[in-house]
């Protein structure tokens, strides 16, 4: 089944309905399909492998991506935050193609063979200004990759991530009801089109029958006053938006009184930030989603009586899965395995491994999937007595010290539940007399964080080869724009003061 057959059958089933914008110059979904398919016969005159896309969020993004699919032309997104060069590389990967380019980025396009550039005024002049078109059948589509996608490469370079028109499709009709949103419902997009989230949020809302209103850029005054003016009644940030969000929203008094669901993903929430959203924002219903690019977006749920039981729980069981991701889909198995393949019992540490149709596990020109279809997906986790997956972070991110693996992210727990302590990250630094050094990096609200203290519980708690053997404080931590701590990135800053021994 192709993705665009998911349009096609909400503009049959209700075509008159708001799909794609703000008030009154909202398109239904009447016109949201007839100006894909316009762009569908387009796209196939021109007889590229590909359809790129470098820009910030708006309504020619879901028209182009649902046309690509009819054309069966895979669509491309570019992170316009990477440098000249990094972009540029990833531009020449995407050959031979047509590239929509936002008209103040063209300058940062370098000529690349078999790359054909459209300006996105062109391109929004010709098929999203004016009256519905009239509809063309689309072409008959053979190509069944449905998007390549490049993973944000917090570790590496990044790679071409292969989604299928099923691994999509799969996912969608498993996890969302047609057209059950009702017709007051919209949805607000400010995750940017080359993460895995702002492609689902495409799919999803159009199989819901629920209307999009994107953000071109996150800030979260925009965000609130959007979220305000449209009535915004579905939304998904990642935790670093959150945190601002509330933040605007306790300095305004604005409530969001329509708002009804909230979904965060993308990197660890801190519980200290939705423990506050849950308090400022009670009649709302709050999901933990998690997922990989490579498994088409989310497998892992925590759902909104999950955050109101643990909220409100006294057991320490109960309480703690607060910071978990849930339990699976029902569309997915899931497993914890240990090195050897083998699967782990409750409670014990190891590599999720997931299996279903939604699940690609496939790279350009590289299968990563075993034959029996379960993928490695390189994060750390295990399943309490309840079936609730926690998600420790990227096995990359293991410190390996004197022989020993370290997972950052229990002693970054440990870390968060000092009062002071507003962000942290724990590394491992290369030195010759451990192998890695346990470092850590904390985002203090004083301005004096009493580190020996912090020590002395990682010590107790945990044990002493746990312990950073050197603090640093800084202003803030970097992240990307959905979420992911860029540890690599600290890594280079801190190697060179730190590895000396």
């Given at each position: 089944?192709?993705?665009?057959?998911?349009?096609?059958?909400?503009?049959?089933?209700?075509?008159?309905?708001?799909?794609?914008?703000?008030?009154d110059d909202a398109f239904d979904f009447n016109s949201y399909r007839a100006r894909a398919r316009c762009v569908a016969a387009?796209?196939?005159?021109?007889?590229?492998?590909?359809?790129?896309?470098?820009?910030?969020?708006?309504?020619?993004?879901?028209?182009?991506?649902?046309?690509?699919?009819?054309?069966?032309?895979?669509?491309?997104?570019?992170?316009?935050?990477?440098?000249?060069?990094?972009?540029?590389?990833?531009?020449?990967?995407?050959?031979?193609?047509?590239l929509i380019v936002d008209d103040d980025m063209l300058p940062r396009i370098a000529a690349a063979a078999g790359v054909e550039?459209?300006?996105?005024?062109?391109?929004?002049?010709?098929?999203?200004?004016?009256?519905?078109?009239?509809?063309?059948?689309?072409?008959?589509?053979?190509?069944?990759?449905?998007?390549?996608?490049?993973?944000?490469?917090?570790?590496?370079?990044?790679?071409?991530?292969?989604?299928?028109?099923?691994?999509?499709?799969?996912?969608?009709?498993?996890?969302?009801?047609?057209?059950?949103?009702?017709?007051?419902?919209?949805?607000?997009?400010?995750?940017?089109?080359?993460?895995?989230?702002?492609?689902?949020?495409i799919l999803t809302a159009a199989y819901g029958g629920r209307r999009i209103v994107y953000l071109p850029a996150f800030t979260?005054?925009?965000?609130?006053?959007?979220?305000?003016?449209?009535?915004?009644?579905?939304?998904?940030?990642?935790?670093?938006?959150?945190?601002?969000?509330?933040?605007?929203?306790?300095?305004?008094?604005?409530?969001?009184?329509?708002?009804?669901?909230?979904?965060?993903?993308?990197?660890?929430?801190?519980?200290?930030?939705?423990?506050?959203?849950?308090?400022?924002?009670?009649?709302?219903?709050?999901?933990?989603?998690?997922?990989?690019?490579?498994?088409?977006?989310?497998?892992?749920?925590?759902?909104?009586?999950?955050?109101?039981?643990?909220?409100?729980?006294?057991?320490?069981?109960?309480?703690?899965?607060?910071?978990?991701?849930?339990?699976?889909?029902?569309?997915?198995?899931?497993?914890?395995?240990?090195?050897?393949?083998?699967?782990?019992?409750?409670?014990?540490?190891?590599?999720?491994?997931?299996?279903?149709?939604?699940?690609?596990?496939?790279?350009?020109?590289?299968?990563?999937?075993?034959?029996?279809?379960?993928?490695?997906?390189?994060?750390?986790?295990?399943?309490?007595?309840?079936?609730?997956?926690?998600?420790?972070?990227?096995?990359?991110?293991?410190?390996?010290?004197?022989?020993?693996?370290?997972?950052?992210?229990?002693?970054?727990?440990?870390?968060?539940?000092?009062?002071?302590?507003?962000?942290?990250?724990?590394?491992?630094?290369?030195?010759?007399?451990?192998?890695?050094?346990?470092?850590?990096?904390?985002?203090?609200?004083?301005?004096?964080?009493?580190?020996?203290?912090?020590?002395?519980?990682?010590?107790?708690?945990?044990?002493?080869?746990?312990?950073?053997?050197?603090?640093?404080?800084?202003?803030?931590?970097?992240?990307?724009?959905?979420?992911?701590?860029?540890?690599?990135?600290?890594?280079?800053?801190?190697?060179?003061?730190?590895?000396?021994?």
């Amino acid at each position: 089944m192709r993705t665009s057959l998911l349009l096609d059958i909400a503009a049959d089933a209700c075509p008159d309905r708001a799909a794609l914008g703000c008030g009154d110059d909202a398109f239904d979904f009447n016109s949201y399909r007839a100006r894909a398919r316009c762009v569908a016969a387009w796209l196939a005159g021109q007889g590229k492998a590909n359809t790129a896309f470098l820009g910030m969020n708006g309504t020619a993004l879901p028209v182009l991506f649902f046309a690509c699919g009819m054309a069966g032309t895979p669509f491309v997104p570019l992170n316009y935050r990477l440098s000249d060069g990094e972009l540029n590389k990833l531009v020449a990967r995407s050959a031979p193609s047509i590239l929509i380019v936002d008209d103040d980025m063209l300058p940062r396009i370098a000529a690349a063979a078999g790359v054909e550039l459209i300006a996105r005024s062109d391109f929004e002049a010709e098929f999203m200004a004016g009256p519905t078109p009239d509809t063309h059948e689309p072409p008959e589509a053979e190509n069944d990759i449905a998007v390549l996608l490049f993973t944000s490469g917090t570790t590496g370079d990044p790679k071409a991530a292969v989604l299928r028109h099923a691994n999509l499709t799969s996912y969608v009709m498993a996890s969302v009801e047609f057209l059950g949103a009702d017709e007051d419902e919209a949805t607000l997009v400010s995750v940017p089109a080359y993460h895995i989230a702002g492609i689902s949020a495409i799919l999803t809302a159009a199989y819901g029958g629920r209307r999009i209103v994107y953000l071109p850029a996150f800030t979260a005054e925009d965000w609130v006053a959007t979220a305000a003016a449209e009535g915004i009644t579905h939304a998904m940030v990642v935790p670093t938006m959150l945190d601002r969000i509330l933040d605007v929203m306790a300095a305004t008094g604005e409530t969001l009184p329509a708002l009804r669901a909230l979904s965060y993903g993308g990197g660890k929430m801190p519980e200290t930030v939705i423990v506050r959203a849950l308090a400022m924002l009670p009649h709302v219903a709050f999901v933990n989603a998690y997922g990989l690019t490579e498994t088409s977006s989310t497998i892992s749920l925590l759902g909104a009586d999950d955050h109101r039981a643990a909220f409100a729980s006294d057991d320490p069981i109960i309480r703690r899965r607060i910071a978990s991701v849930g339990q699976p889909l029902p569309s997915i198995e899931l497993e914890i395995r240990r090195d050897d393949g083998t699967p782990c019992g409750t409670g014990e540490h190891g590599e999720i491994h997931v299996r279903g149709e939604q699940v690609s596990g496939e790279y350009l020109h590289k299968k990563a999937i075993a034959e029996d279809g379960w993928f490695a997906t390189n994060d750390a986790g295990w399943i309490d007595e309840g079936g609730y997956l926690f998600v420790e972070g990227r096995l990359d991110d293991v410190i390996v010290r004197g022989g020993e693996n370290i997972s950052p992210g229990e002693i970054e727990d440990l870390l968060r539940s000092f009062d002071d302590i507003a962000d942290c990250a724990v590394l491992g630094i290369p030195c010759e007399r451990w192998g890695e050094k346990v470092v850590a990096v904390i985002v203090s609200r004083s301005g004096a964080p009493d580190t020996a203290a912090m020590a002395t519980a990682i010590r107790e708690r945990l044990r002493s080869t746990k312990t950073p053997e050197a603090w640093f404080v800084r202003d803030e931590l970097p992240y990307n724009e959905t979420g992911k701590l860029l540890r690599r990135i600290l890594k280079a800053e801190l190697a060179e003061a730190v590895c000396a021994d």
